[in-house]
């Protein structure tokens, strides 16, 4: 590997293009008959169920509890309750959220409604383990409970989660899990130097984690080893194995980073000995199944971590029987995007340069809210301020995931371009830039480290205006009413695009008989990275697309690291390990190619044992692969088929190969070196609305949705991030609210009916559009595409309705209702 | 909030359900077979329904003798005869993914009739079979995506193409409501299409994708 390891410097091979890519994936029969099998589906002979409570009570402790109806029902096998010897030593090492604090693995105590805790039973069926969760009398004390963040924040509150571990230094009691001030620039300085400060305050309700499997994970020892199928993306091995673990976060662990972020000076209270490892690693094997979806609002890590932790040890006391732990759709509504509410100040001059912005947010903490516009402008002076207290309402938190973000960021540019009568689109482009940098800094540091000299932004933003009829169809707020006695409305969203590369994991090749398998362990849930691994590495390599799969790996310990999802960061993290593993095979082949092959055959039917060269006389550099054959670039006519190649040499050599790549190096600026590295490549979204003024109704007409995806691999599977994730955005904008009693802190709308997601007929067709700047980090330039496009869109609509109406409806999501209030028509 | 109280869920049990059993209710909100209904089902009546399950599942002990009102069916399942002696609050997917072991009726919302992924063909009509008693299907026709991919029916292949699915979870939902469809309608129209498959509901939105490789089938099929 060079030294100077420039991804987005490496060229595609000849021919790589994957905007008319529609090559089929691989799992798309499975998928489309019915016969892929998720986790959920699994059934193995002899397999027990285990089912957890849920609480009934938003904030209520666990008295007493009676399982003797419940033991005695036929078909119970074991039951495990909050105070058992097995259980209580897992309190507070149950799920990690946002390097705050702990969830709970079984507790006592329930802290929010539906809460999986107290106790859980094993039976021979789902339908058993639920008629013994009833016959379980409880005896409960009810305690106060919280809604309101404000409320939390209050040093007289009510302690209301007394058994979570906070682990933040500025964590105070009652409930604060975290406060802090972050200032870039000098804000007052900014304010200074604004011709306007306006001033508003947006709130966002929770909603759920878009998730259609819930929960679910079959474990089975044998003897000391120990079998997992999983649900979703934990990394489980270090969890079980680690006995340190108990004593430090988790956190990307769970996403398949494989790293453990140390947090040794919070341990969690209450234990003096370190826990012992449920397994040593060696002997830990995870086989993944199919999963279901699951996106957004990232604290569902807790709970797939702490699930599996709770299987490991039912199916311990189930003596070798595998014993599958599921959960039932209220799991949806334990985790989700979080809410929040912006107390934003903005500074601007007359031309749209925002001099300052200046966030005050109580809401949990995922990133600073301000760090995606840091990340994407050139504003020079920015300041976070972050309260988060602890609510009665589940752990909505999510790090990277963009809302919380995206929102504010968003809402900002639409009210300056408001208050100085601009359009949009222009006040985005005056102040693009990069962590308080403007274009023509950026754009020496592009050339400087070999990236292409372009401004990603301003092609986005134009073709999505073309796409849009958007210099056409613009107009001043509340001023153009439709023939259908509407209001139309423009909505537009920008920001930079996500992840780039980070390295870590690694690729493992092997070729045999021509065939090639890409081995690696990642949780799919549909974004259909896989085709474009596949695509890379048939490109690079030389091989045919068709003779390319890409299969899960039985996991020993860290033998194939999870690689990471897919969507957000698939491609960026993976490819590079990728194209250089098949760059790394096509030169192992052409070698073996023009090398004299071994004088004794391996074994029988193989081909080797000539003595000759399959190209005589020939050198590396005269050969070349593609589509499966090796030939002779002067003669392609004189060829050999790769699996002839590789067949020959597989006995002596095999064709197995696993880089690793190196972390980023080399960037420079101003001939000296300079890490940082800037997020180059934008996305924009365009919406058109029609407002009925009489019903409040927002109906969405058009969308246009345009991502620079630096480098693009798969168009399907692009486009798929886009539509899809325009779609979530949408109705976390305008129709997705969890909602909660009041009085008693009971969901009201915790199923599928009463919890507004859209159907087929909610939504125009969306247009997607692709731009390839070649400004990211990873392979060939390419950066995410995936969550990044739900997270923006977030917040689209109430810009749409300000422009249609000339109202403000900054209380998302923005629903009928709260249209209605702003035009004074309730 | 701030005063403690106890109770007891079993006091709690005696206080807020009624009497009314799952079977009962099924048939009282005419939904026992109901695929085309399920979008219609009123909020209003939703949180009822989920407490009346709850409550006759209280009421009914799967596992009491008091249960033991077996009725024994016979019913061919992608052309397949079964025969299966079927308790009564046997739900039709539960007996075609537990007693058959199909995997593509799958189960989002819990049984609610509220998502469209557990969508069979039932005698020609899509029917929602989370909330079919299975004792009520004596006789009955039923094909599953699975039975469809086999027959090779050209909607698996235009599904395919269009890419209309991302983690698959819903897609056998909309697969079988699609093919009834095209069962009853072979020339349908997009807002046909999307009609038909308003009431099945997709996470990962691919909603855009169904209607072009409905109609794509169709076509196929009037080549056939």
């Known amino acids: 590997m060079p030294e100077d390891y420039k991804p987005w410097t490496w060229k595609p091979p000849e021919g790589f293009s994957a905007l008319d890519h529609t090559s089929s994936r691989q799992d798309a029969h499975d998928k489309v008959s019915g016969q892929a099998v998720y986790t959920r589906d699994l059934d193995f002979p002899g397999m027990l169920y285990a089912k957890i409570l849920t609480s009934p009570y938003a904030h209520a402790k666990i008295v007493s509890m009676d399982t003797s109806k419940a033991e005695a029902l036929t078909g119970v096998r074991d039951i495990l309750k909050y105070n058992d010897p097995d259980i209580v030593f897992e309190n507070s090492t149950g799920g990690y959220c946002s390097s705050q604090y702990n969830i709970l693995t079984l507790p006592g105590t329930s802290d929010f409604f539906q809460q999986p805790m107290g106790v859980v039973v094993v039976a021979d069926s789902e339908e058993i383990c639920d008629r013994a969760l009833r016959l379980i009398v409880i005896e409960w004390e009810e305690r106060p409970f919280i809604l309101d963040m404000e409320e939390s924040l209050q040093p007289d509150a009510p302690k209301i989660m007394p058994d979570i571990v906070r682990l933040n230094p500025s964590a105070k009691d009652p409930n604060i899990v975290q406060t802090n001030t972050t200032e870039i620039g000098d804000i007052q300085k900014g304010f200074a130097e604004a011709d306007k400060i306006i001033e508003y305050t947006i709130t966002r309700a929770p909603n759920t984690t878009a998730g259609v499997e819930a929960m679910a994970c079959v474990v089975q020892w044998r003897g000391d080893f120990l079998d997992i199928w999983p649900h979703h993306t934990a990394h489980v091995e270090p969890m079980l194995s680690n006995p340190s673990l108990p004593s430090i976060g988790l956190s990307f662990v769970s996403l398949g980073y494989g790293s453990i972020q140390a947090d040794i000076k919070s341990p969690p209270k209450d234990r003096k000995d370190p826990l012992p490892p449920i397994c040593e690693a060696n002997k830990i094997s995870v086989t993944m199944p199919y999963q279901g979806a699951w996106y957004g609002g990232i604290a569902w890590l807790g709970y797939s971590t702490a699930f599996i932790r709770m299987a490991a040890i039912l199916a311990k006391r189930a003596q070798n029987r595998p014993v599958k732990l599921v959960y039932d759709e209220s799991n949806f509504y334990l985790t989700g995007d979080d809410a929040a509410i912006y107390r934003c100040k903005v500074g601007a ?102 990236f292409p ?12 205006k073309e796409a849009i009829h958007w210099d056409k169809k613009w107009h001043a707020p509340g001023a153009r009413k439709l023939p259908n006695g509407r209001m139309h409305g423009l909505g537009f969203v920008h920001i930079n695009e996500w992840s780039w590369i980070s390295g870590r ?16 362990m990642r949780a799919d ?21 068709e003779d390319i799969v890409v299969q899960q790996q039985r996991s020993d310990a860290n033998t194939y690291r999870f690689w990471v999802p897919g969507g957000s960061m698939g491609i960026s993290q993976n490819t590079p390990q990728l194209v250089s593993a098949a760059r790394e095979l096509k030169r192992k082949i052409i070698d073996y190619a023009v090398r004299p092959a071994s004088g004794v055959p391996m074994m029988p039917g193989l081909q080797s044992g000539s003595g000759q060269s399959m190209f005589p006389g020939k050198k590396a550099d005269e050969l070349d692969v593609k589509e499966g054959y090796v030939f002779e670039k002067a003669n392609p006519i004189n060829r050999r088929s790769v699996r002839e190649v590789a067949s020959a040499f597989w006995g002596d050599d095999p064709a197995i190969i696993h880089p690793t790549v190196p972390a980023l190096s080399g960037l420079t600026l101003n001939g000296k070196p300079h890490p940082q590295m800037y997020i180059m490549s934008r996305q924009a979204h365009f919406m058109e609305v029609e407002v009925d003024v009489e019903t409040g109704e927002v109906m969405v007409t058009n969308l246009v949705c345009v991502n620079d995806v630096g480098h693009l691999f798969n168009r399907r599977g692009a486009e798929a991030q886009q539509y899809g994730g325009a779609i979530m955005g949408l109705g976390r904008s305008a129709t997705e609210e969890k909602i909660y009693c009041p009085k008693t802190g009971v969901g009201l709308n915790f199923n599928n009916i009463g919890y507004n997601i859209g159907t087929m007929n909610d939504y125009p067709e969306i247009k997607c559009i692709i731009n390839e700047s070649h400004l990211g980090y990873s392979s060939y330039g390419a950066c995410g595409v995936g969550e990044d496009t739900g997270a923006s869109l977030s917040g689209i609509t109430a810009g749409a309705v300000y422009n249609a109406t000339g109202k403000w409806v900054l209380d998302y999501p923005v629903t009928p209702d709260k249209v209605l209030k702003a035009l004074g028509k309730i | 909030m701030s005063e403690k109280e106890k109770k007891t869920n079993e006091g709690e049990r005696k206080e807020g359900f009624g009497h009314i059993s799952r079977r009962e209710f099924l048939r009282d909100a005419g939904l026992v077979i109901g695929g085309s209904t399920m979008g219609s089902i009123a909020f209003a009546s939703e949180t009822e329904a989920q407490q009346q399950v709850k409550e006759s599942d209280v009421a009914k002990d799967p596992c009491s003798e008091e249960s033991a009102d077996i009725t024994t069916i016979e019913l061919t399942v992608n052309g397949g005869k079964y025969g299966f002696r079927v308790e009564p609050h046997w739900s039709l997917r539960q007996l075609l993914r537990d007693e058959i072991g199909l995997t593509s009726p799958k189960d989002w919302c819990g049984g609610h009739g509220a998502c469209g ?3 069979v063909i039932m005698n020609g009509r899509p029917v929602l079979s989370c909330l079919t008693l299975a004792c009520e299907c004596d006789g009955a026709i039923i094909e599953t995506a699975e039975g469809i991919a086999k027959a090779k029916h050209p909607i698996i292949q235009s599904y395919i193409k269009w890419n209309a699915f991302q983690c698959g979870y819903c897609t056998p939902g909309f697969v079988t409501t699609a093919k009834a469809l095209l069962d009853r309608n072979p020339d349908p129209t997009e807002a046909d299409v999307r009609d038909a498959l308003a009431g099945n509901l997709c996470r990962c939105g691919t909603y855009q994708q169904h209607p072009p490789a409905v109609l794509e089938a169709a076509e196929a099929l009037k080549r056939k």
């Not at chain 1, 274009?439 to 480290?449: A, G, H, L, P, S």
């Not at chain 1, 994991?505 to 690696?520: E, N, S, V, W």
């Open chain 1, 525 to 545: 849930h549909g974004m259909d990275t896989e085709s474009a691994f596949r695509h890379s590495v048939a490109t690079e390599a030389g091989l045919r697309y």
């Open chain 1, 349 to 450: 001059k007359r031309d749209g340069t925002i001099t300052a912005c200046d966030w005050h947010v109580v809401g949990p903490f995922g990133e600073l809210h301000i760090d995606k516009t840091h990340e994407s402008t050139k504003i020079p002076n920015l300041r976070n301020t972050q309260e988060w207290a602890l609510i009665n309402q589940g752990h909505h938190i999510c790090f990277r995931h963009g809302s919380q973000c995206c929102v504010p960021h968003n809402i900002m540019f639409d009210h300056v371009a408001a208050e100085f009568g601009l359009d949009p689109t222009e006040v985005a482009l005056k102040n693009d830039g990069c962590r308080e940098h403007d274009w023509d800094w950026i754009t020496r540091y592009q050339k400087e480290n070999g």
């Open chain 1, 505 to 520: 994991q690694f690729a493992c090749l092997i070729l045999r008989d021509g065939k090639l398998t890409i081995i690696g």
């Open chain 1, 453 to 464: 000299q372009r401004q990603s932004l301003r092609e986005v933003i134009k073709l999505g």
């Open chain 2, 117 to 119: 992924s557990c969508t």
